[in-house]
Nanobody, 115 residues
Framework: QVQLVESGGGLVQAGGSLRLSCAAS????????MGWFRQAPGKQRELVAA???????NSADSVKGRFTISRDNAKNTVYLQMNSLKPEDSAVYYC?????????WGQGTQVTVSS
């Protein structure tokens, strides 16, 4: 099993920044992709950004140029730096990691951007 602990969510004004962190523990060998998803009320969960163990990244068009994903393999931690936040970025953000084809999910952290 993989345990994920997220931190860094909160309330911020539009244009502000937040940094999310997610630390993985437990059976962490063979984790490949680490990523962030988000789900707003009434909407489907969507990929925000992901990063492979080799450092390749992918992100949603809506966050390109504003959000940056990174990871520290030594700490088994993935980060999401969110800049120029918009009200439409408000959602519960979930950390997820893929290990041998299975996704493991964190509990989620609320991000609220006020206009």
């Amino acid at each position: 099993q993989v345990q994920l602990v997220e931190s860094g969510g909160g309330l911020v004004q539009a244009g502000g920044s937040l940094r999310l962190s997610c630390a993985a523990s437990g059976s962490i060998r063979s984790i490949n992709t680490m990523g962030w998803f988000r789900q707003a009320p009434g909407k489907q969960r969507e990929l925000v950004a992901a990063i492979t163990s080799g450092g390749s990244t992918n992100s949603a068009d809506s966050v390109k140029g504003r959000f940056t994903i990174s990871r520290d393999n030594a700490k088994n931690t993935v980060y999401l730096q969110m800049n120029s936040l918009k009200p439409e970025d408000s959602a519960v953000y979930y950390c997820a990691v893929n290990k041998l084809g299975l996704w493991y999910w964190g509990q989620g952290t609320q991000v609220t951007v006020s206009s």
